[in-house]
């Protein structure tokens, strides 16, 4: 495997993705203007009850439905890939799949940690002010890290499921919105909460949410959700990737 290769590959990509336009709202603006537009709404106004605003604790979701939405940037960007002959093009390089398929795993990675610095930045304009200081901030960035890569995993599916872009498009919603009503911003209650334990942006968010409320990161049950979203971004990639080149190639 050639660093070199992977570095040029993510660079490529990084540069197609932020000059179109579409899969530029979707992936910077958009969440920015649901963080705002979820702060007007709900406002910052401390309960008296429970001394934290509805924004205060809708915001650890809005982390994971801003990065569950690079499912859909991956899913159309190897349409457009498979669609334009790249894939093909590849085969006669030096390059390999493996190569190629991580690139977009880095790169779509990173888009979706700036995704979550983009939010941070407006929610702390709005005066949402967490707990956990450096350290938290540090431990949700490796939750959103994790949950990224599942993303990009159900990227991969899809765009072996999809003939183009535009069905790409809307099949994403297939993993988009179970785990926007089941593990995000949405209250969850008993019953719920058993279906919302087999979508990773579950663990994330819970996760994100104990960190932000001033729970000790030494908490087992911080560790037990890291455990289990990192074994679903491990098997749900490793899905991807299989599937993908397999049946995702022509």
Not at 67 to 88: H, S, Y
Not at 118 to 133: D, Q, Y
Not at 174 to 196: D, K, R, V, W
Request: include cysteine; charged fraction near 10%; aromatic fraction near 14%.
């Amino acid at each position: 495997m050639d660093l070199n290769r992977i570095y040029a590959l993510v660079n490529m990509e990084l540069k197609k993705i932020i000059r179109e336009p579409a899969y530029f709202f979707m992936m910077l603006l958009f969440p920015a203007v649901l963080s705002l537009l979820f702060g007007l709404l709900f406002g910052t106004t401390p309960s008296a009850i429970s001394g934290k605003s509805m924004f205060d604790i809708m915001a650890p979701g809005i982390f994971a439905y801003a990065c569950i939405f690079i499912t859909m940037i991956v899913a159309q960007t190897f349409c457009d890939d498979r669609e334009f002959g790249l894939l093909k093009r590849i085969t006669t390089t030096p390059t390999t799949s493996s190569e190629f398929i991580l690139s977009h795993i880095i790169s779509n990675t990173l888009l979706s940690l700036l995704q979550v610095v983009v939010v941070t930045i407006i929610i702390f304009l709005i005066g949402f002010r967490p707990e956990g200081g450096i350290i938290g901030f540090f431990f949700a960035f490796l939750f959103i890290t994790l949950l990224s890569i599942c993303s990009v995993g159900f990227g991969l599916i899809t765009a072996t499921i999809a003939k183009n872009s535009g069905s790409a498009t809307a099949l994403s919603f297939i993993f988009i919105l179970p785990q926007m009503f089941f593990g995000t911003f949405i209250p969850l209650n008993e019953t719920t909460t058993l279906i919302a334990i087999f979508f990773p942006s579950y663990y994330a968010t819970e996760s994100i949410k104990m960190i932000f409320n001033g729970s000790m990161i030494t908490n087992p049950i911080i560790w037990i959700y890291f455990l289990m979203l990192g074994l679903m971004s491990i098997g749900i990639i490793t899905i991807g990737i299989l599937l993908f080149e397999k049946y995702g190639k022509n």
